[in-house]
């Protein structure tokens, strides 16, 4: 595949960042018009066409070129699909993000990798299981990816930090979040890698779970050349999760004594993606 051209790229970051396009329809797009530019140009009438009454809303050029800037600026790399440093085995997913930000050693993301997560409130137990897991892992040769998230996530990212390790995480790469891993998050942005699908700045003022369900897929796809088997690890088990939270019609999580729905009970190592309760600290950015 031919590299893509500045315009290009460019172009395919609006299409990215306009009202109601998601991965699957990014690519369905790009395959259809060839160019970013000329799905641009159709977007309007395909949207009149499946019904639409007012006008839909395309990425501007501005808004495109200040998250360029702004990704510049923190001193990392945004990939577009179909850029040669795109992770490949991410590329090879149903619904690959479009656009990602990366700050730290982009390198890491073409090694393979396994993503281990976990519980938040994890006992202390399960932290150093995870700690000495990760290590391993990461003496083995693997990169260790997962969420920057306390408990598990952050055992994980700790074992590993000396071999490798990945930071997935909700809101842009410049935000910290939970503000007790400030230091880790500067640490793995010096040893490592910290990638987010949204741009920076984008979970400030709102919560980083409202962001979550955009982008909860595992952190790392399988390599064609893996062993079968699923791609991340469980890392330990641990202390009781509290009960999880009703989501509203508003979209705000609420805490209730009521026991949740049985689709909201579903197991799921992803669930913390999907429904994070309101933590005590807020997300905010880096400090220039």
């Not at 998601?22 to 690519?27: A, D, E, I, L």
């Not at 699909?81 to 690959?96: F, K, R, T, V, W």
């Not at 150093?128 to 990760?134: E, K, S």
Request: one cysteine or more; glycine letters at 10%; charged letters at 20%.
């Amino acid at each position: 595949m031919p590299a893509l051209s500045p315009r290009e790229r460019l172009d395919r970051l609006r299409l990215a960042r306009s009202e109601n396009v998601g991965p699957v329809t990014f690519q369905r797009l790009i395959e259809r018009f060839g160019s970013a530019g000329a799905a641009l140009e159709a977007l309007p009438n395909l949207a009149r066409q499946g019904g639409r009454r007012g006008p839909v809303r395309l990425c501007p050029e501005a808004d495109a070129m200040r998250e360029v800037e702004a990704v510049e600026r923190l001193g990392a790399r945004l990939l577009i699909l179909g850029d040669d440093a795109y992770p490949g085995p991410l590329s090879a997913i149903a619904d690959p993000p479009p656009a990602l930000s990366v700050l730290g050693d982009i390198a890491l993301l073409s090694r393979r990798s396994i993503a281990l997560v976990g519980a938040r409130n994890a006992s202390a137990a399960g932290r150093r299981f995870a700690r000495t897991l990760a290590g391993e892992i990461g003496q083995a040769g693997l990169v260790v990816v997962s969420g920057l998230a306390r408990g598990i996530d952050t055992a994980s990212h700790e074992g590993a930090l000396a071999t490798g390790t990945i930071a997935v995480v909700a809101g842009g790469v410049d935000v910290v979040y939970p503000e007790e891993n400030r230091a880790l998050h500067g640490q793995i942005a010096g040893q490592g890698a910290i990638v987010a699908e949204m741009p920076p700045y984008a979970t400030e003022p709102s919560p980083v779970w409202r962001w979550a369900p955009s982008w909860s897929k595992p952190p790392c796809a399988p390599a064609p050349s893996s062993p079968p088997g699923r791609p991340w690890i469980r890392a330990a088990k641990s202390s009781p999760s509290p009960a999880r939270p009703k989501i509203p019609a508003h979209g705000a999580p609420t805490t209730s004594s009521a026991r949740a729905p049985p689709w909201l009970r579903a197991p799921s190592t992803f669930w913390r993606f999907w429904a994070r309760p309101p933590e005590r600290t807020r997300a905010r950015p880096l400090k220039n």
